[in-house]
């Protein structure tokens, strides 16, 4: 059973850079898509990005200048890098695997992430 | 962008009662389509892919439906656990998910 855990700050400042890593365990990160999913306290869901094992990036029109995704298959972990956050960003973040044309069959239990200085 | 549109934003229905919700999307994404469920304070849950495929584990009272623009969520005999919000999430282009459906058990 594949099991996805978000790791990092809990709180960011206003135009930082929000940094979160996803560990895979259950099973390898090889050969799949893994994303990032993000909700803002009592909003909806919005998709962040997603990545495939080799590298290969996709990422939300609305936030492309400021995200970076990236994976370590060694770790057989992924992260998120968001810079220059403000308020707006302030959100659970979800990791998940798949991403493209793939629904999202396993999630992290999600980390809140707050923007404030 | 793909733009996701459910209907209806909220339903309350009893126990036993069918529930339909339904999805459109702004273009036609074939059967690009999920369904997820999501309880307060719990990661999203995949039901369905594929538009009618049913995700492993997933009690056979939901279902899925449509192709093209026009898509449904089924669920045959309502239960109380599945109070939840719903969600649908197209796949044709970079994943767009629709606003909610928030079900209550009157």
């Known amino acids: 059973q594949v099991q996805l855990q978000e790791s990092g700050p809990g709180l960011v400042k206003p135009s930082e850079t929000l940094s979160l890593t996803c560990t895979v365990s259950?099973?390898?990160?090889?050969?799949?898509?893994w994303s990032w999913i993000r909700q803002p306290p009592g909003k909806g869901l919005e998709y962040v990005g997603y990545?495939?094992?080799?590298?290969?990036?996709d990422y939300n029109p609305s936030l492309k200048s400021r995200v970076t995704i990236s994976v370590d298959t060694s770790k057989n972990q992924f992260s998120l890098k968001l810079s220059s956050v403000t308020t707006a960003d302030t959100a659970i973040y979800y990791c998940?695997?798949?991403?493209?044309?793939?629904?999202?069959?396993?999630w992290g239990q999600g980390t809140l992430v707050t923007v404030s200085s | 962008d793909i733009q996701m549109t459910q209907s209806p934003s909220s339903v309350s229905a009893s126990v036993g009662d069918r529930v339909t919700i339904t999805c459109r999307a702004s273009?036609?994404?074939?059967?690009?389509l999920a369904w997820y469920q999501q309880k307060p304070g719990k990661a999203p849950k995949l039901l369905i892919y594929s538009a009618s495929s049913l995700q492993s584990g997933v009690p056979s009272r939901f279902s899925g439906s449509g192709s093209g623009t026009d898509f449904t969520l089924t669920i045959s005999s309502l239960q109380p656990e599945d109070s939840a919000t719903y969600y649908c999430?197209?796949?044709?282009?970079?994943?767009?998910f629709g606003q909610g459906t928030r079900l209550e058990i009157k």
């Open positions: 999430q197209q796949a044709k282009s970079f994943p767009t």
């Open positions: 259950g099973g390898s990160i090889s050969s799949y898509y």
């Open positions: 998940a695997k798949g991403g493209g044309g793939i629904a999202a069959n396993y």
């Open positions: 273009q036609d994404i074939s059967t690009w």
């Open positions: 990545i495939y094992y080799s590298g290969t990036t």
